[in-house]
T-cell receptor, first 109, second 116 residues
Framework: GQNIDQPTEMTATEGAIVQINCTYQ??????LFWYQQHAGEAPTFLSY??LDGLEEKGRFSSFLSRSKGYSYLLLKELQMKDSASYLC??????????WGAGTKLIIKP | GAVVSQHPSWVICKSGTSVKIECRSL??????MFWYRQFPKQSLMLMAT?????????EQGVEKDKFLINHASLTLSTLTVTSAHPEDSSFYIC????????????FGPGTRLLVL
């Protein structure tokens, strides 16, 4: 079956670094996406990885290991506005996204 | 980046009425559009995949006669919730895929439906 696992909730301090992990099992693989979703809003795209390695985009970086079925999203210099749910999604062989349940990130001052 | 719009953003209706939600890709042609539903504190659930000019493909457990999807053009898909009931109250989100296997899905802002 297809499955995406990520922690339900994480807490971090403003200014710190946090890593949100995601493991995936998909039927075929066409990439791994990370989205940010604030409460009551639609998800917004953060990153896409299809090759192994680290992709850096400002304060956010995403890593992929296809052999391990593993990805993480790294958020640096945390700001209060980063409090949100972070959704990991794998794209299967039919180019459909398989969604994780999301990780609720709580930022404390 | 690419922009996807949804209309309306909020709908409150009486039980038994039908509600139409529009999803438009504003600056690109979307060969495929997806419709999701999200209940409070839950993950996105794919309802159906809509390809321009063909019938939508519905996920298991989603009633195609209740959730009518039309993808008449490369920039517009509509979801009609027919004879809506309170249990259909949810956040409905569309996304558009611009084509090519690894193009990103761009999400609309979502439509919140409340059925009284």
């Amino acid at each position: 079956g297809q499955n995406i696992d990520q922690p339900t909730e994480m807490t971090a301090t403003e200014g710190a670094i946090v890593q949100i992990n995601c493991t995936y099992q998909t039927s075929g693989f066409n990439g791994l996406f990370w989205y940010q979703q604030h409460a009551g809003e639609a998800p917004t795209f953060l990153s896409y990885n299809v090759l192994d390695g680290l992709e850096e985009k400002g304060r956010f970086s995403s890593f992929l290991s296809r052999s391990k079925g593993y990805s993480y999203l790294l958020l640096k210099e945390l700001q209060m506005k980063d409090s949100a749910s972070y959704l990991c999604a794998g794209m299967d062989s039919n180019y459909q996204l398989i969604w994780g349940a999301g990780t609720k990130l709580i930022i404390k001052p | 980046g690419a922009v996807v719009s949804q209309h309306p953003s909020w709908v409150i209706c009486k039980s038994g009425t039908s509600v139409k939600i529009e999803c438009r890709s504003l600056d690109f042609q979307a060969t495929t559009m997806f419709w999701y539903r999200q209940f409070p504190k839950q993950s996105l659930m794919l309802m159906a995949t809509s390809n321009e000019g063909s019938k939508a493909t519905y996920e298991q457990g989603v009633e195609k006669d209740k959730f009518l999807i039309n993808h008449a053009s490369l920039t517009l898909s509509t979801l009609t919730v027919t004879s809506a009931h309170p249990e259909d109250s949810s956040f409905y989100i569309c996304s558009a895929h611009s084509g090519g296997p690894t193009e990103t899905q761009y999400f609309g802002p979502g439509t919140r439906l409340l059925v009284l």
